[in-house]
C-alpha cells in the first residue's frame, strides 16, 4: 500500500524557519522524482521543489529559489524527503503536499498530473 505521509507544518512568524518531513513507502524505489507542491486557498496547486531520483537533480520555483532546500533520503523500504524552509513570508502560507511521480516527466516537474501518489499535506501559516 502506497503512503506518503507529510510532518513539520505550523504557525511561524515571517521570517521564521521549518523544516517538512514526508515519509514515502510502498512504491517502488526506482520512483522517477520526489516533488513538494503547496495549494494556498483559492489558488491553484503548485510546484515548489522537486528532485530527481537517479542523480538527486533539484528544481525550484523561482519564488523559494534561495530560501527552500530539497533533500532525501532512500532507505530500504520508503523514502525520507525534507523541505527546509528559511525567510518564510506570508505568501508561503499553504497547504503543503508530497507526491512522486513513477515514470519521465512527459513535460514539466511541476506539473500534478505528472504525479502518480499524493500525501494528505500539512498545513503552513506564516503571519505575525
Known amino acids: 500500500q502506497v503512503q506518503l505521509v507529510e510532518s513539520g507544518g505550523g504557525l511561524v512568524q515571517p521570517g521564521g524557519s521549518l523544516r517538512l518531513s514526508c515519509t514515502a513507502s510502498g512504491f517502488p524505489l526506482d520512483y522517477y522524482a520526489i516533488t513538494w507542491f503547496r495549494q494556498a486557498p483559492g489558488s491553484q496547486r503548485e510546484g515548489v521543489s522537486c528532485i530527481r531520483n537517479s542523480d538527486g537533480t533539484t528544481y525550484y520555483a523561482d519564488s523559494v529559489k534561495g530560501r527552500f532546500t530539497i533533500s532525501r533520503d532512500n532507505a530500504k523500504n520508503q523514502v525520507s524527503l525534507q523541505l527546509q524552509m528559511n525567510s518564510l513570508k506570508p505568501e508561503d502560507t499553504a497547504v503543503y503536499y508530497c507526491?512522486?511521480?513513477?515514470?519521465?516527466?512527459?513535460?514539466?516537474?511541476?506539473?500534478?498530473?505528472?504525479?502518480?501518489?499524493w500525501g494528505r499535506g500539512t498545513q503552513v501559516t506564516v503571519s505575525s
Open positions: 507526491a512522486t511521480s513513477l515514470g519521465p516527466f512527459g513535460s514539466s516537474w511541476f506539473e500534478t498530473y505528472e504525479y502518480d501518489y
